[in-house]
Nanobody
Framework: DVQLVESGGGSVQAGGSLRLSCAVS????????LGWFRQSPGKEREGVAA?????????DYATPVRGRFTLSLDNTDSTLYLQMDNLTPEDTAIYYC?????????????????????WGQGTQVTVS
């Protein structure tokens, strides 16, 4: 089974940066949609960014983070990174890494998930 281990959360002042990491192991399908989601108190979980492991397409970003967050996948160590710059208090949330088998790249976009999705334990990001 796929396993996800997140790290890199913390507290930062507005305008600062953080980088989240998600170590992925146990792939059981050829291609996946890997992504980050976040959830703030009293709000529903929302997609932040996603990337298709089969390549050929750029990562997809949610509108609130486009231009400030950068998603990348290092295939050498199977780690998904989310570089977050110019953070605002509205970015405060628990951030979750997620993996879902995806045959086609068009099935992978920010916020896409299904009952087959596997979730990490979450990491807190606080911006003040």
């Amino acid at each position: 089974d796929v396993q996800l281990v997140e790290s890199g959360g913390g507290s930062v002042q507005a305008g600062g940066s953080l980088r989240l990491s998600c170590a992925v192991s146990g792939y059981t399908s050829n291609t996946y949609c890997l992504g980050w989601f976040r959830q703030s108190p009293g709000k529903e979980r929302e997609g932040v960014a996603a990337i298709y492991t089969g390549g050929g397409v750029r990562p997809d970003y949610a509108t609130p983070v486009r231009g400030r967050f950068t998603l990348s996948l290092d295939n050498t160590d199977s780690t998904l990174y989310l570089q977050m710059d110019n953070l605002t208090p509205e970015d405060t949330a628990i951030y979750y890494c997620a993996a879902e088998p995806a045959i086609w790249s068009y099935d992978c976009y920010s916020g896409s998930h299904s009952p087959r999705s596997v979730w990490g334990q979450g990491t807190q990001v606080t911006v003040s």
